[in-house]
């Protein structure tokens, strides 16, 4: 999952990808943010980009898998992926998993 998130924040930034790593011990859940200065993605699109081959922009590589395994497999584990915009100014992914799973 977070090779893949990676892959995503670093075909997309323009210069600077973030990742933080954080355990809520209270609501036992290992927490991944991945964020990127890149254009980042309007909210209308984020739905279709958790999909499988939801590709918003078809000239650039890849094959629109990423993110939906990396949902499809938060899922399984009772995670979640959340994407939103990133205080760089392109996309934040947030990855929840229970810290059990991890």
Same mark, same amino acid.
């Given at each position: 999952? $977070?090779?893949?998130?990676?892959?995503?924040?670093?075909?997309?930034?323009?210069?600077?990808?973030?990742?933080?790593?954080?355990?809520?011990?209270?609501?036992?859940?290992?927490?991944? $943010?991945?964020?990127?200065?890149?254009?980042?993605?309007?909210? /209308?699109?984020?739905?279709?980009?958790?999909?499988?081959?939801?590709?918003?922009?078809?000239?650039?590589?890849?094959?629109? $898998?990423?993110l939906a395994i990396v949902t499809e497999i938060a899922a399984m584990y009772e995670?979640?992926? /959340?994407?939103?915009?990133?205080?760089?100014?392109?996309?934040? &992914?947030? $990855?929840?998993?229970? &810290?059990?799973?991890?």
């Open positions: 999952m $977070l090779g893949n998130l990676l892959d995503n924040a670093c075909q997309w930034a323009r210069s600077q990808v973030r990742i933080h790593l954080r355990e809520d011990t209270a609501a036992a859940l290992l927490e991944v $943010l991945v964020e990127d200065d890149g254009p980042g993605m309007p909210p /209308e699109a984020r739905e279709l980009a958790t999909t499988r081959f939801g590709r918003l922009d078809e000239a650039a590589a890849g094959s629109g $898998l990423g995670g979640s992926l /959340e994407l939103g915009n990133s205080a760089l100014g392109g996309l934040a &992914a947030h $990855l929840r998993l229970p &810290a059990g799973m991890a």
